[in-house]
């Protein structure tokens, strides 16, 4: 008997084949799998954003708050209405008539023009005028006294 | 020698043109499915699936690990088909994955290990050198056949995973020493010598079955 050699019996091996009913199963199954991947993957694209959105905002978020908050405080607001009581001067009644706007730079004056600016108030009550106080820095005493008092009409 | 080299060489051109052409199609293939066509992929897929899935059981013997190993390899294939380039063949790059996959699941299942085999085609039973074989051995002629599958794929289990590799490229899937060495991450010299060392391994498991 003539024995194979062993580049034949290793052809043997071509001969180890699944059924084509394997194949149609394997089919499925690789579509199934292979969605499931471009699914998966949408998935992680879009988890990926979130946490780089997160992973950015996370340290930026603090001091946007606080910049903010310094804007909420530095930039004047019509919605702003100071709760100081002016006091009721009427001594000087023509000063507020001719001079609306005003900055005044000592607490003296700042007085003053509050003074003036009661007595504006209860003067343009019946044509519709209206006074508010806005001050820089939060205290006329600590910034000198400069307050700024503007008309709203 | 002189006719034998006329008859030879056009018939080389001639398979390498094929080739080309084969190459040619396939990366026509690649760039559709790279552009997000699914179809394009699944064709790439029915191509070589047959060949992928018996790489990857001559690697590792069992057919149930065979299916999920392929499928995975041909998932990895779609993943990552974006950042091919085109500069190997795709079936090489396609072998490179498939045989990395199994190579990695060789090792990671290294000490729970069992072998399952494919059912021989009734093709092999028409080879005369295995009829004659049976015929001479007196015993009914498949459980003779089936004997002989086990004893090569058990041999083939006995050699280390790179001789392994090379031999099943080389003398079941045909590949030349040049793709095997693409394939395997080597030189082609290297590619040839391993093929060769586990050759000697084979004949010495295999020698009642085969001539010396």
Known sequence: MEKPTLEDLLKLKRHEKPSAEFWRSFDR?????????????????????????????????PVAAAALVAVAFLVPSDNFQSGFTPIQDFSEPAFAVHNPYFVSDSVHSSHHALASD???????????????????????????????????? | MGLLQSVTKPTQAASAQVASADSDADWLLVQRAQAGEMAAFNVLVKKYRERLYSVIYNLTAN?????????????KAFQSIGRFQGRSAFFTWLYRIGVNTALSHLKK??????????????????????????????????????????RLNESLQKLSH???????????????HQEIGEIMGCSEGTARSRVHYAKQQLQGLLKDYIQR
């Not at chain 1, 199934?32 to 340290?59: D, F, I, Y």
């Not at chain 2, 005369?128 to 002629?141: C, H, I, L, N, Q």
């Open chain 1, 29 to 61: 199954e690789l579509r199934e799998k292979t969605l499931k991947t471009v699914v998966h993957q949408q998935r992680w694209n879009a988890s990926e954003v979130v946490r780089t959105v997160r992973r950015v905002l996370t340290p930026v978020f």
């Open chain 1, 118 to 153: 009661s007595h504006r108030v209860q003067a343009g009550v019946g044509s519709g005028v209206c006074f508010a106080e806005h001050s820089l820095g939060g205290a006329s005493s600590m910034n000198g006294g400069a307050t700024v008092v503007s008309a709203i009409f």
């Open chain 2, 63 to 75: 057919r149930e690990d065979t299916a999920d190993l392929t499928q995975d390899a041909f998932v």
């Open chain 2, 109 to 150: 299942n290294r000490f729970r290990r069992f072998l399952s085999f494919e059912t021989l085609q009734e093709s092999a039973l028409k080879e005369d050198v295995f009829t004659a074989m049976a015929d001479d051995s007196g015993a009914d002629k498949s459980l003779f056949m089936n004997e002989l599958q086990e």
């Open chain 2, 162 to 176: 790179k001789h392994r590799t090379a031999v099943v490229l080389f003398e079941i899937e045909g590949l030349s």
